[in-house]
Protein backbone atom coordinates (compact mmCIF):
# COMPACT_ATOMS: atom_id res chain seq x y z
CA UNK A 1 0.00 0.00 0.00
CA UNK A 2 0.90 3.35 -0.63
CA UNK A 3 1.85 5.93 2.68
CA UNK A 4 2.84 8.98 3.12
CA UNK A 5 3.89 10.80 6.03
CA UNK A 6 3.80 14.21 6.48
CA UNK A 7 6.57 15.84 8.86
CA UNK A 8 6.98 18.83 10.59
CA UNK A 9 9.30 20.30 12.44
CA UNK A 10 8.84 22.31 15.86
CA UNK A 11 11.70 24.33 17.66
CA UNK A 12 9.73 26.53 20.43
CA UNK A 13 6.79 27.40 18.66
CA UNK A 14 3.98 25.75 20.22
CA UNK A 15 1.15 27.74 19.26
CA UNK A 16 1.52 27.47 15.47
CA UNK A 17 2.60 24.08 15.69
CA UNK A 18 -0.20 22.34 17.14
CA UNK A 19 -3.20 24.87 15.09
CA UNK A 20 -0.67 23.18 11.74
CA UNK A 21 -1.00 19.53 12.89
CA UNK A 22 -4.77 19.72 13.82
CA UNK A 23 -5.55 20.90 10.20
CA UNK A 24 -3.44 18.83 8.81
CA UNK A 25 -4.77 15.45 10.66
CA UNK A 26 -8.15 16.75 9.66
CA UNK A 27 -7.15 15.58 6.11
CA UNK A 28 -6.06 12.47 7.03
CA UNK A 29 -8.96 10.42 5.97
CA UNK A 30 -9.36 12.84 2.36
CA UNK A 31 -6.31 10.46 0.68
CA UNK A 32 -7.93 7.93 -1.06
CA UNK A 33 -6.33 4.05 -0.59
CA UNK A 34 -3.50 5.60 1.04
CA UNK A 35 -2.23 5.74 4.87
CA UNK A 36 -1.57 9.37 5.47
CA UNK A 37 0.12 9.43 9.10
CA UNK A 38 1.91 13.15 10.73
CA UNK A 39 5.49 13.10 12.41
CA UNK A 40 6.55 16.03 14.49
CA UNK A 41 10.08 16.64 15.27
CA UNK A 42 10.78 18.52 18.36
CA UNK A 43 14.25 20.56 18.18
CA UNK A 44 14.96 20.40 22.18
CA UNK A 45 12.00 23.11 22.20
CA UNK A 46 11.55 24.53 26.22
CA UNK A 47 8.09 25.80 25.62
CA UNK A 48 6.44 23.04 26.31
CA UNK A 49 5.88 21.94 22.93
CA UNK A 50 6.74 18.31 23.10
CA UNK A 51 4.18 17.52 26.08
CA UNK A 52 1.88 19.71 24.42
CA UNK A 53 1.63 17.67 21.21
CA UNK A 54 1.82 14.29 22.58
CA UNK A 55 -1.15 15.30 24.80
CA UNK A 56 -3.61 17.01 21.93
CA UNK A 57 -2.68 14.42 19.48
CA UNK A 58 -1.93 11.36 20.66
CA UNK A 59 -2.05 9.60 16.80
CA UNK A 60 1.03 12.03 15.99
CA UNK A 61 4.64 10.53 16.27
CA UNK A 62 6.94 12.46 18.34
CA UNK A 63 10.70 12.86 17.91
CA UNK A 64 11.73 14.89 20.42
CA UNK A 65 15.64 15.75 20.15
CA UNK A 66 17.86 16.84 22.81
CA UNK A 67 19.20 19.71 21.04
CA UNK A 68 18.24 22.24 17.90
CA UNK A 69 19.37 20.65 14.94
CA UNK A 70 17.88 23.10 12.39
CA UNK A 71 15.03 22.55 9.86
CA UNK A 72 17.33 19.70 7.83
CA UNK A 73 18.76 17.85 11.02
CA UNK A 74 14.74 17.60 12.18
CA UNK A 75 14.06 16.16 8.99
CA UNK A 76 17.08 14.05 8.58
CA UNK A 77 16.20 12.46 12.47
CA UNK A 78 12.49 11.87 11.23
CA UNK A 79 13.45 10.10 7.65
CA UNK A 80 15.57 7.85 9.07
CA UNK A 81 12.89 5.66 11.05
CA UNK A 82 10.67 6.27 7.63
CA UNK A 83 9.32 3.82 5.73
CA UNK A 84 6.93 5.80 3.85
CA UNK A 85 5.84 5.46 -0.37
CA UNK A 86 6.26 9.34 -0.29
CA UNK A 87 7.05 11.81 2.54
CA UNK A 88 5.44 15.41 2.50
CA UNK A 89 7.29 18.41 4.02
CA UNK A 90 5.81 21.14 5.96
CA UNK A 91 6.16 24.16 7.92
CA UNK A 92 5.21 24.18 10.83
CA UNK A 93 3.69 27.94 10.97
CA UNK A 94 1.86 27.08 7.79
CA UNK A 95 -2.04 26.21 7.61
CA UNK A 96 -2.82 24.08 4.99
CA UNK A 97 -6.26 24.76 2.59
CA UNK A 98 -8.66 22.33 2.03
CA UNK A 99 -7.63 19.65 -0.21
CA UNK A 100 -3.62 20.43 0.08
CA UNK A 101 -3.21 16.54 0.84
CA UNK A 102 -5.30 14.81 -1.41
CA UNK A 103 -3.89 17.21 -4.12
CA UNK A 104 -0.24 16.45 -3.43
CA UNK A 105 -0.47 12.55 -3.39
CA UNK A 106 -2.56 13.01 -6.07
CA UNK A 107 0.18 14.73 -8.63
CA UNK A 108 2.82 12.90 -7.33
CA UNK A 109 1.01 9.36 -7.81
CA UNK A 110 0.44 10.31 -11.79
CA UNK A 111 4.04 11.96 -12.06
CA UNK A 112 6.36 10.43 -14.25
CA UNK A 113 8.95 8.29 -12.75
CA UNK A 114 11.70 10.52 -13.37
CA UNK A 115 9.83 13.08 -10.74
CA UNK A 116 11.43 13.51 -7.16
CA UNK A 117 9.41 16.15 -5.79
CA UNK A 118 6.30 18.37 -6.23
CA UNK A 119 6.32 21.38 -5.09
CA UNK A 120 2.86 23.35 -3.65
CA UNK A 121 1.68 26.65 -3.51
CA UNK A 122 2.36 28.83 -0.67
CA UNK A 123 0.55 32.42 0.41
CA UNK A 124 0.26 34.90 3.69
CA UNK A 125 -2.00 34.11 6.07
CA UNK A 126 -4.86 36.56 4.58
CA UNK A 127 -4.82 34.57 1.13
CA UNK A 128 -3.81 37.58 -0.62
CA UNK A 129 0.38 37.93 -1.35
CA UNK A 130 2.47 35.60 -2.94
CA UNK A 131 4.54 33.54 -0.79
CA UNK A 132 6.12 30.88 -3.22
CA UNK A 133 5.04 30.24 -6.94
CA UNK A 134 8.14 28.96 -7.73
CA UNK A 135 11.96 30.22 -7.37
CA UNK A 136 14.67 31.46 -9.55
CA UNK A 137 18.47 30.81 -8.28
CA UNK A 138 21.22 33.80 -8.14
CA UNK A 139 24.35 33.54 -10.12
CA UNK A 140 26.35 33.08 -6.37
CA UNK A 141 24.11 30.33 -4.45
CA UNK A 142 20.95 32.64 -3.36
CA UNK A 143 17.20 32.58 -4.43
CA UNK A 144 14.41 34.10 -4.48
CA UNK A 145 10.94 33.42 -3.98
CA UNK A 146 9.44 34.92 -7.53
CA UNK A 147 6.76 37.73 -6.72
CA UNK A 148 6.90 37.80 -2.90
CA UNK A 149 4.33 38.91 -1.15
CA UNK A 150 2.77 41.06 -4.01
CA UNK A 151 -0.85 39.95 -4.90
CA UNK A 152 -2.11 37.06 -5.68
CA UNK A 153 -2.49 36.92 -9.19
CA UNK A 154 -0.71 39.73 -10.11
CA UNK A 155 2.62 37.25 -11.69
CA UNK A 156 2.08 34.30 -13.86
CA UNK A 157 1.54 30.92 -11.84
CA UNK A 158 2.98 27.85 -13.08
CA UNK A 159 0.45 25.31 -13.57
CA UNK A 160 -0.03 21.90 -12.42
CA UNK A 161 2.20 19.94 -13.90
CA UNK A 162 4.40 22.72 -14.83
CA UNK A 163 8.26 22.32 -14.10
CA UNK A 164 10.04 23.86 -11.57
CA UNK A 165 14.08 24.51 -10.58
CA UNK A 166 13.04 23.70 -6.63
CA UNK A 167 10.35 22.61 -4.53
CA UNK A 168 10.44 24.43 -1.43
CA UNK A 169 10.98 22.98 1.32
CA UNK A 170 7.83 24.15 3.47
CA UNK A 171 5.36 22.64 1.47
CA UNK A 172 6.17 19.76 -1.16
CA UNK A 173 5.82 16.42 -1.83
CA UNK A 174 8.63 13.59 -2.64
CA UNK A 175 8.96 10.17 -3.51
CA UNK A 176 11.44 8.98 -0.51
CA UNK A 177 13.25 6.11 -2.26
CA UNK A 178 14.87 8.92 -4.72
CA UNK A 179 14.90 11.84 -2.01
CA UNK A 180 17.38 9.39 -0.22
CA UNK A 181 19.17 8.05 -3.02
CA UNK A 182 20.05 11.75 -3.90
CA UNK A 183 20.95 12.10 -0.07
CA UNK A 184 18.02 13.83 0.31
CA UNK A 185 18.48 17.93 2.31
CA UNK A 186 22.14 18.34 3.14
CA UNK A 187 22.26 18.19 6.83
CA UNK A 188 25.30 20.84 6.63
CA UNK A 189 22.88 23.48 5.96
CA UNK A 190 20.92 23.53 9.07
CA UNK A 191 18.49 25.76 7.62
CA UNK A 192 17.81 28.11 4.21
CA UNK A 193 18.39 27.23 0.75
CA UNK A 194 18.57 23.31 1.79
CA UNK A 195 15.58 22.92 -1.08
CA UNK A 196 17.32 25.01 -3.60
CA UNK A 197 20.40 22.76 -3.32
CA UNK A 198 18.12 20.04 -3.61
CA UNK A 199 16.12 21.02 -6.79
CA UNK A 200 19.55 21.94 -8.12
CA UNK A 201 21.09 18.38 -7.35
CA UNK A 202 17.81 16.57 -8.58
CA UNK A 203 18.14 18.12 -12.26
CA UNK A 204 21.68 17.63 -12.70
CA UNK A 205 21.33 13.55 -11.50
CA UNK A 206 18.48 13.23 -14.21
CA UNK A 207 15.44 14.19 -12.09
CA UNK A 208 12.69 16.81 -12.14
CA UNK A 209 10.57 18.65 -10.00
CA UNK A 210 6.99 19.89 -10.78
CA UNK A 211 4.38 22.32 -9.62
CA UNK A 212 0.92 21.60 -8.07
CA UNK A 213 -1.06 24.73 -7.64
CA UNK A 214 -4.56 23.05 -6.11
CA UNK A 215 -1.89 22.03 -3.03
CA UNK A 216 -1.70 25.69 -1.37
CA UNK A 217 -0.81 26.63 2.63
CA UNK A 218 -1.21 30.06 4.09
CA UNK A 219 2.36 30.31 5.60
CA UNK A 220 2.82 33.11 8.18
CA UNK A 221 6.44 33.77 7.31
CA UNK A 222 9.78 33.33 9.24
CA UNK A 223 8.41 33.12 12.58
CA UNK A 224 10.21 30.41 13.38
CA UNK A 225 13.47 32.15 11.98
CA UNK A 226 12.97 35.40 13.54
CA UNK A 227 13.80 33.69 16.93
CA UNK A 228 17.18 32.93 15.22
CA UNK A 229 18.03 36.77 14.86
CA UNK A 230 19.02 38.71 11.62
CA UNK A 231 22.61 38.24 11.78
CA UNK A 232 22.98 34.81 12.44
CA UNK A 233 20.62 33.70 9.84
CA UNK A 234 22.61 36.35 7.76
CA UNK A 235 25.11 33.08 8.59
CA UNK A 236 23.30 30.35 7.27
CA UNK A 237 21.96 32.60 4.00
CA UNK A 238 25.81 33.37 2.92
CA UNK A 239 27.43 29.93 4.00
CA UNK A 240 24.60 28.24 2.17
CA UNK A 241 24.40 30.01 -0.89
CA UNK A 242 28.46 29.32 -0.81
CA UNK A 243 27.97 25.71 -0.60
CA UNK A 244 25.26 25.36 -2.65
CA UNK A 245 27.22 26.92 -5.51
CA UNK A 246 30.35 25.23 -4.73
CA UNK A 247 29.01 21.55 -4.80
CA UNK A 248 26.66 21.74 -7.71
CA UNK A 249 28.06 24.31 -10.35
CA UNK A 250 29.64 21.96 -13.30
CA UNK A 251 32.40 24.01 -14.39
CA UNK A 252 33.39 25.47 -10.68
CA UNK A 253 36.59 27.08 -12.43
CA UNK A 254 34.48 29.45 -14.17
CA UNK A 255 31.61 30.20 -12.32
CA UNK A 256 33.38 30.47 -9.03
CA UNK A 257 35.38 33.33 -10.21
CA UNK A 258 32.39 35.75 -10.39
CA UNK A 259 30.74 34.07 -6.94
CA UNK A 260 33.92 34.64 -4.91
CA UNK A 261 34.59 38.33 -6.95
CA UNK A 262 31.03 39.21 -6.02
CA UNK A 263 31.70 37.82 -1.89
CA UNK A 264 34.99 39.44 -1.33
CA UNK A 265 33.33 42.82 -2.98
CA UNK A 266 30.42 42.75 -0.39
CA UNK A 267 32.85 41.83 2.23
CA UNK A 268 34.85 44.93 1.55
CA UNK A 269 31.88 47.23 0.95
CA UNK A 270 31.10 45.83 4.61
CA UNK A 271 34.44 46.14 6.26
CA UNK A 272 35.10 49.79 4.81
CA UNK A 273 31.78 51.69 5.07
CA UNK A 274 30.54 49.83 8.41
CA UNK A 275 33.40 49.73 11.24
CA UNK A 276 35.07 52.31 12.92
CA UNK A 277 38.68 53.74 11.68
CA UNK A 278 37.75 52.34 8.14
CA UNK A 279 39.78 54.48 5.93
CA UNK A 280 43.03 53.04 7.02
CA UNK A 281 41.92 50.01 4.95
CA UNK A 282 41.61 52.08 1.73
CA UNK A 283 44.54 54.19 2.28
CA UNK A 284 46.34 54.45 -1.18
CA UNK A 285 49.92 53.42 -0.77
CA UNK A 286 52.23 55.98 0.28
CA UNK A 287 50.06 57.79 1.74
CA UNK A 288 50.08 59.56 5.05
CA UNK A 289 48.19 57.49 7.83
CA UNK A 290 45.90 59.53 10.19
CA UNK A 291 46.96 56.90 13.26
CA UNK A 292 49.76 57.98 14.97
CA UNK A 293 52.00 54.73 15.05
CA UNK A 294 53.49 55.21 17.97
CA UNK A 295 50.09 55.21 19.59
CA UNK A 296 48.54 52.15 20.64
CA UNK A 297 45.29 50.66 19.37
CA UNK A 298 44.63 48.99 16.16
CA UNK A 299 44.49 50.46 13.15
CA UNK A 300 41.36 49.73 11.94
CA UNK A 301 38.67 47.24 13.99
CA UNK A 302 35.70 45.19 13.14
CA UNK A 303 33.10 46.22 15.10
CA UNK A 304 29.75 45.63 12.67
CA UNK A 305 27.81 42.52 12.68
CA UNK A 306 27.13 42.83 9.16
CA UNK A 307 31.30 42.28 8.32
CA UNK A 308 31.10 39.76 10.58
CA UNK A 309 28.29 37.67 9.59
CA UNK A 310 30.59 37.62 6.19
CA UNK A 311 34.09 37.12 7.57
CA UNK A 312 31.78 33.82 10.14
CA UNK A 313 30.18 32.43 6.45
CA UNK A 314 33.42 32.07 4.74
CA UNK A 315 35.35 30.93 7.82
CA UNK A 316 32.64 28.21 7.82
CA UNK A 317 33.67 27.06 4.25
CA UNK A 318 37.37 27.24 5.22
CA UNK A 319 36.92 24.85 7.96
CA UNK A 320 34.94 22.35 5.98
CA UNK A 321 36.82 22.21 2.93
CA UNK A 322 37.49 18.76 2.42
CA UNK A 323 33.96 18.00 3.10
CA UNK A 324 32.53 20.12 0.34
CA UNK A 325 35.07 18.88 -1.87
CA UNK A 326 33.39 15.20 -1.24
CA UNK A 327 30.22 15.90 -1.60
CA UNK A 328 31.20 18.11 -4.51
CA UNK A 329 32.52 14.98 -6.33
CA UNK A 330 29.60 13.04 -5.35
CA UNK A 331 27.46 15.30 -7.19
CA UNK A 332 29.40 15.59 -10.54
CA UNK A 333 30.01 11.68 -10.65
CA UNK A 334 26.56 11.36 -10.98
CA UNK A 335 25.40 14.40 -13.52
CA UNK A 336 23.07 13.12 -15.93
CA UNK A 337 22.28 16.92 -17.33
CA UNK A 338 24.52 19.95 -18.17
CA UNK A 339 24.55 23.05 -16.24
CA UNK A 340 23.34 24.38 -19.75
CA UNK A 341 20.60 22.26 -20.06
CA UNK A 342 19.07 23.17 -17.28
CA UNK A 343 19.81 27.04 -17.29
CA UNK A 344 18.06 26.70 -20.94
CA UNK A 345 15.32 26.00 -18.55
CA UNK A 346 15.88 28.02 -15.60
CA UNK A 347 17.98 31.26 -16.09
CA UNK A 348 20.63 31.94 -13.69
CA UNK A 349 19.50 35.35 -12.55
CA UNK A 350 21.67 38.54 -11.76
CA UNK A 351 20.17 40.80 -9.18
CA UNK A 352 21.37 43.91 -6.91
CA UNK A 353 21.25 42.44 -3.53
CA UNK A 354 23.48 43.57 -1.52
CA UNK A 355 24.58 47.40 -1.20
CA UNK A 356 27.35 48.16 -3.77
CA UNK A 357 26.11 44.82 -6.29
CA UNK A 358 24.81 48.04 -8.72
CA UNK A 359 28.52 49.32 -9.33
CA UNK A 360 29.61 45.45 -8.84
CA UNK A 361 27.72 44.26 -11.46
CA UNK A 362 28.17 46.58 -14.14
CA UNK A 363 32.01 46.74 -13.63
CA UNK A 364 34.30 45.37 -16.15
CA UNK A 365 36.24 42.92 -14.23
CA UNK A 366 33.07 41.21 -13.42
CA UNK A 367 31.65 41.52 -16.77
CA UNK A 368 34.69 39.02 -17.59
CA UNK A 369 34.32 36.61 -14.20
CA UNK A 370 30.54 36.16 -15.50
CA UNK A 371 29.53 32.34 -16.03
CA UNK A 372 28.64 31.61 -19.71
CA UNK A 373 25.34 30.37 -19.04
CA UNK A 374 22.14 31.06 -19.69
CA UNK A 375 20.86 34.03 -17.71
CA UNK A 376 18.50 37.15 -17.19
CA UNK A 377 19.30 40.38 -15.42
CA UNK A 378 16.58 41.42 -13.11
CA UNK A 379 16.04 44.48 -10.08
CA UNK A 380 15.65 43.42 -7.47
CA UNK A 381 11.60 44.98 -6.89
CA UNK A 382 11.00 43.25 -9.70
CA UNK A 383 10.78 39.46 -7.42
CA UNK A 384 10.42 41.04 -4.68
CA UNK A 385 7.73 43.54 -3.48
CA UNK A 386 9.04 46.62 -1.78
Known amino acids: MTTTEIIIVNWNNRAETLECVAAVESQLDTVDGSGASITVVDNGSTDGSATAITSKHPDVKLFALKANRGFTGGLAAALAGSTATNV ?23 APDDVVSIGGKIVDPTGTKIDFIGGMLT ?47 DDDFFAYLEDVDFGW ?53 ESASAVLFAYLHRLHHYATTRNPQADELTRTFGAPS ?16 LTAMQF ?44 GDDAMMESALFRLLRPALPSEEKKLGDIIAP
Open 88 to 110: VFLNNDAVPEPGWLAALVDAITH
Open 139 to 185: FDGHAFQNGFRYPVGSRKEPASGDEILFACGGNMIARRAALMDLGAF
Open 201 to 253: RAWICGYRALFESRAVVRHASSTTSNRLGDFERGVLFERNALQTAFKNYENLG
Open 290 to 305: KKKRWRRGPLAAIDDP
Open 312 to 355: RALDWIFQNDARLAMKRHDVQRRRRRSDREIFERFPLHFIPTYP
